[in-house]
């Protein structure tokens, strides 16, 4: 079938959005109308630095509505209401253990370009074309495995749920999976993005008495503490670390640090508490540590965290669970965007001015 789609032919530059062909659902398979996509750094890193392979349609916080279902489907129908989350194999032994955001083969069916079986469901002008996270969703329609997918509330608006696929699920599934802070522990939350914003909302939800945004920008300040934070730290004004330890006694028991800024990383660290745990979820570059006196030294942890440690199939409707009671209020992260804005998206999301864009697909898209 034909459809738009967001197509990044070479590393660096613009969203195209043109048409392309896209083949029917294969067995497992699912073929979802995208209602609407959150726009994530991921997208940009891969749109930027080569990470998958080009032309590429990029695009893995989709949410849409099944309109067809391929052989041996089994928990999804059309005309069910989905989110979109990562790919994982299913089977090797992280998965199956509960942790499919470890899955062995990960980085080659999320970052690979191809579908878990090898081939290739896009292409434009009879060249294939490589697809991301298993779904590719910067397009009016795309087709992922069921084990992608994600059945939601039909009671809650659609478009507000794309993000809740990666980077919401990032920050809280941080929190409320890997950390697990106990009743009335303390936490720092370094970079008030979308992801540190939802790990500041799952502390508040988890009972951390002490939840601290740190960032440069004020106005994200303000809305971590309406959010749940209980005390806010411009990195550009005050010492971080001297901060913290003084509001705290002595250091923070969790961290989560979403910036990927080597300075950053090790105030992570620096402000914890003898034995506190950083859990480390940005894309951080190459560093260098001071093992004996940043980590071990105080026994302290540092660990990396993908996907929130999330298996989305039970984590995402948890979320929607929060979000309808009040305590999960993702949507005031949210500005929408016409698909064709995609470019202006992520503009507005590198400057600063929108913290979560996420792109409506319209009727006459297609």
């Known amino acids: 079938m034909k459809i738009s789609a967001a197509v990044t032919h070479q590393q660096g530059e613009d969203f195209q959005i043109e048409q392309v062909e896209l083949a029917e659902p294969q067995a497992n398979e699912v073929l979802i109308r995208i209602v609407a996509i959150g726009v994530c ?170 939840i601290i945004a740190i960032d440069v920008h004020d106005n994200r300040l303000e809305l971590a503490k309406e959010l749940g934070a209980t005390l806010a730290l411009n990195g550009k004004k005050v010492d971080v670390v001297q901060e913290i330890k003084e509001a705290t006694g002595g250091g923070t028991h969790y961290a989560v640090e979403t910036t990927g800024v080597p300075p950053v990383v090790r105030q992570s660290l620096h402000a914890l508490r003898p034995l506190g745990i950083s859990a480390i979820v940005g894309v951080t570059p190459e560093m260098n540590f001071d093992v004996h006196n940043d980590i071990m030294a105080e026994g302290k942890t540092m660990v990396g965290v993908i996907e929130g440690d999330a298996v989305p199939q039970l984590f995402i409707p948890q979320l929607v669970e929060y979000y309808k009671k009040g305590l999960f209020p993702f949507d005031r992260l949210v500005k929408f965007y016409q698909f064709q804005e995609i470019n202006q998206a992520f503009e507005d999301s590198k400057t600063g001015i929108t913290i979560k864009p996420v792109l409506k697909i319209s009727e006459t898209a297609t």
């Open 41 to 210: 750094h991921t997208d940009a890193v891969a749109r930027d630095t080569g990470l998958t392979p080009y032309p590429v349609v990029l695009g893995h916080e989709g949410a849409g509505i099944v309109e067809k279902v391929g052989a041996g489907v089994k928990h999804v129908e059309p005309g069910d209401h989905v989110v979109i989350s990562y790919a994982s194999c299913g089977h090797c032994e992280n998965c199956l253990t509960g942790h499919p955001s470890a899955c062995v083969d990960f980085n080659l069916l999320n970052f690979g370009g191809e579908m878990e079986d090898g081939s290739h469901r896009l292409h434009q002008h009879d060249k294939e074309l490589s697809t991301f996270f298993g779904q590719s969703s910067f397009a009016t329609y795309a087709i992922a495995h069921e084990r992608n997918v994600v059945k939601v509330d039909k009671d809650v608006d659609l478009a507000l749920l794309g993000p809740l696929g990666c980077g919401i699920q990032t920050g809280s599934g941080t929190v409320l999976n890997k950390l697990r802070p106990a009743f009335g522990t303390s936490i720092a939350v370094y970079g008030c993005g979308a992801v540190g914003l939802s790990a500041i909302m799952a502390a508040k939800i988890a009972g951390c008495k002490e």
